[in-house]
């Protein structure tokens, strides 16, 4: 079974400033997706990065990229120039692409990450 | 493009009750699938939705049901409501079965009380 582990329940950073949240993950497959989605008060999940398991290259949109670390299991976010906005709870997921396990994202516990003025 | 819509936004029931939540999928996507989030946790899938059937399932009871019509919404039902379903229910759609691009709602908070 694949696991999802998130290990720092609540981060902050200073406006500006770089923050770096921690996934790491578990499965014996190869074809797999990884997510980082925010989850701001309003409550809807927004995609804010995906990374396909048979790509080296870190993927990279705007001020969030990700260390895609696949030996090591180890998939965290960095957010560059933190803004107010940024604030969010933040979630890792994970993406089996068999045909038998179609469309079942599996989360981590989240990240609360509160931008600081 | 009005994404992914889900009604009603919040609902109270009681114990035992029965209850129907509803989603309608992005423009262009034929593909839905229902998380449960409890408080402060992660979403849990539920079940996946596509062709009008259920493709595949979570660690649910069978309490938990669901339908996919011709216009590719859906609803979940609950039936006999416990406590412990007091949770944010996220509907998402996809236009492929894998879901990589998958499209959240706002989801409908359900207080069982």
């Known amino acids: 079974a694949q696991t999802v582990t998130q290990s720092q329940p609540e981060m902050s950073v200073q406006e500006a400033e770089t923050v770096t949240l921690s996934c790491t993950y578990d499965t014996s497959e190869n074809n797999y997706y990884l997510f980082w989605y925010k989850q701001p008060p309003s409550r809807q999940m927004i995609l804010v990065i995906r990374?396909?398991?048979?790509?080296?290259q870190n993927a990279t949109e705007n001020r969030f990229s990700v260390n895609f670390q696949k030996a090591a299991k180890s998939f965290s976010l960095k957010i560059s120039d933190s803004q107010l906005g940024d604030t969010a709870m933040y979630f890792c997921a994970f993406l089996l692409t068999l045909s038998s396990n179609t469309g079942k994202l599996i989360f981590g516990q989240g990240t609360t990450l509160q931008v600081k003025p | 493009d009005a994404g992914v819509t889900q009604s009603p936004t919040h609902l109270i029931k009681t114990r035992g009750q029965q209850v129907t939540l509803r989603c309608s999928p992005k423009s262009g996507h034929d593909t839905v699938s229902w998380y449960q989030q409890a408080l402060g946790q992660g979403p849990q899938f539920i079940f996946q939705?596509?062709?009008?059937?259920?493709?595949q399932r979570g660690n649910f009871p069978d309490r938990f049901s669901g339908h996919q019509f011709p216009n590719y919404s859906s609803e979940l039902n609950v039936n006999a409501l416990l406590l412990g379903d007091s949770a944010l229910y996220l509907c998402a759609s996809s236009s492929d079965r894998v879901g990589t691009e998958a499209f959240f709602g706002q989801g409908t908070r359900l207080t069982v009380v």
């Open positions: 939705y596509y062709e009008e059937e259920e493709r």
């Open positions: 990374q396909e398991a048979y790509k080296q």
